[in-house]
């Protein structure tokens, strides 16, 4: 099956007279907001960017008064397929796609998982994503770690959003349940890469990896293990998993960097067999916070945690009771 076509943009900006001797790309970068300098170059050069219709080159000089139009159809930038999959939508507007990710749902096809992704199900949710880098997914969960993720559904939406997580506005907070019980909250500020001998693994290295910074605090304790709250101002791949377990308070159901399980001492029999049964990092994306990249409003999402979540907690809650 084949997409449709790509998302049309017609648009004309008027030159003001401050545009006077400023290179055509300097003041399309301005004038077409949402849209990347290197685009609009391209664009420019296609002669689908237009100078009072008449083709130019993105270093020719602007007088001032002229109109640049734009009258561009976005090819598909992605040939996965559309597939009908069933998508909890928070939010969404004609920019933007807010949706609650549950656990077990890959974000984008690779080597295992070719198919039947949160990308395929976005593309039957709107055939125009075909025509955005990724079907406008901007940031990603880990398979198993359920929560709020943002597409964007328009170019200028895409290029809002990854600005806001390039300077680290775009605010994301998860739950996370943690084995150990931490005396307080932190910060840890640790460069992470892929692991030098696993590579499915990320990890903490010395040299090479890229800045990484996670904040943390307690939300409540138990016996042996805390629920923590977790700010993240880089979005590294299995950022959180890897900085707790770095500290020594690896997330509960962790396959890759929890350990192997470890049952608390005097543990009630609920809880013996809710820890068994955790089979996924027992962590949550709850709450984003954005701009929205079109009207420039502040937007703020929450998703509640989800149901094996909350019933791992009451386990926990019940056995330090019953202590």
């Given at each position: 099956?084949?997409?449709?076509g790509?998302e049309?943009i017609q648009?004309?900006?008027?030159?003001d007279?401050?545009?006077?001797?400023?290179?055509?790309?300097q003041?399309?970068?301005?004038?077409f907001?949402g849209?990347?300098?290197?685009?609009l170059?391209?664009?420019?050069?296609?002669?689908?960017?237009t100078?009072d219709?008449?083709?130019?080159?993105?270093k020719?000089?602007?007088?001032?008064?002229?109109?640049?139009?734009?009258a561009?159809?976005?090819?598909?930038e992605?040939?996965?397929?559309?597939?009908?999959?069933?998508l909890p939508?928070?939010?969404?507007d004609q920019?933007?796609?807010?949706?609650n990710?549950?656990?077990g749902?890959?974000v984008?096809?690779?080597?295992?998982h070719a198919?039947?992704?949160?990308?395929?199900g976005?593309l039957?949710?709107?055939d125009?994503?075909?025509?955005?880098?990724?079907?406008g997914?901007v940031h990603?969960?880990?398979?198993?770690?359920?929560g709020?993720?943002?597409?964007?559904?328009s170019?200028e939406?895409?290029t809002?959003?990854?600005a806001?997580?390039?300077?680290?506005?775009?605010?994301?907070?998860y739950?996370?349940?943690a084995i150990g019980?931490?005396?307080?909250?932190?910060?840890?500020?640790?460069?992470m890469?892929?692991?030098?001998?696993d590579?499915k693994?990320?990890a903490?290295v010395a040299?090479g990896?890229?800045?990484?910074v996670?904040h943390?605090?307690?939300?409540?304790?138990?016996?042996?293990?805390?629920?923590?709250?977790?700010?993240l101002?880089?979005?590294?791949?299995?950022?959180?998993?890897?900085h707790?377990?770095?500290r020594r308070?690896?997330?509960?159901?962790?396959p890759?960097?929890?350990?192997?399980?470890?049952q608390p001492?005097?543990?009630?029999?609920?809880?013996?067999?809710?820890?068994q049964g955790?089979?996924?990092?027992a962590?949550?994306?709850?709450k984003?916070?954005?701009?929205?990249?079109?009207s420039g409003e502040?937007?703020?999402?929450?998703?509640p945690?989800?149901?094996d979540?909350q019933?791992?907690?009451q386990?926990l809650?019940?056995?330090?009771e019953?202590?």
């Amino acid at each position: 099956m084949g997409h449709l076509g790509g998302e049309k943009i017609q648009r004309t900006e008027q030159v003001d007279a401050q545009y006077a001797g400023i290179r055509l790309d300097q003041a399309a970068a301005e004038l077409f907001d949402g849209f990347s300098r290197s685009r609009l170059q391209t664009w420019i050069k296609e002669g689908v960017l237009t100078v009072d219709g008449r083709a130019a080159r993105p270093k020719d000089k602007l007088l001032g008064g002229e109109a640049l139009t734009l009258a561009v159809e976005l090819a598909p930038e992605i040939d996965d397929q559309p597939e009908a999959i069933e998508l909890p939508v928070v939010y969404q507007d004609q920019d933007l796609i807010v949706i609650n990710k549950p656990a077990g749902l890959v974000v984008h096809p690779a080597a295992g998982h070719a198919d039947g992704t949160l990308l395929n199900g976005l593309l039957h949710l709107d055939d125009r994503l075909s025509s955005l880098p990724r079907a406008g997914i901007v940031h990603r969960l880990d398979r198993d770690t359920t929560g709020l993720m943002v597409v964007a559904r328009s170019v200028e939406a895409h290029t809002g959003l990854v600005a806001q997580l390039q300077d680290k506005s775009l605010y994301r907070e998860y739950q996370a349940i943690a084995i150990g019980v931490m005396t307080g909250g932190g910060t840890v500020d640790a460069p992470m890469g892929r692991h030098p001998v696993d590579r499915k693994r990320q990890a903490v290295v010395a040299h090479g990896g890229k800045s990484a910074v996670t904040h943390y605090r307690v939300l409540d304790r138990y016996r042996a293990h805390t629920r923590v709250q977790v700010r993240l101002e880089t979005g590294r791949t299995h950022q959180i998993r890897v900085h707790l377990a770095h500290r020594r308070y690896p997330l509960v159901g962790d396959p890759l960097y929890g350990g192997r399980l470890k049952q608390p001492a005097g543990a009630t029999e609920a809880l013996r067999e809710a820890l068994q049964g955790f089979r996924r990092q027992a962590l949550h994306a709850y709450k984003l916070g954005l701009v929205h990249p079109v009207s420039g409003e502040y937007m703020e999402f929450e998703a509640p945690l989800p149901d094996d979540f909350q019933a791992l907690i009451q386990v926990l809650e019940a056995d330090r009771e019953a202590q």
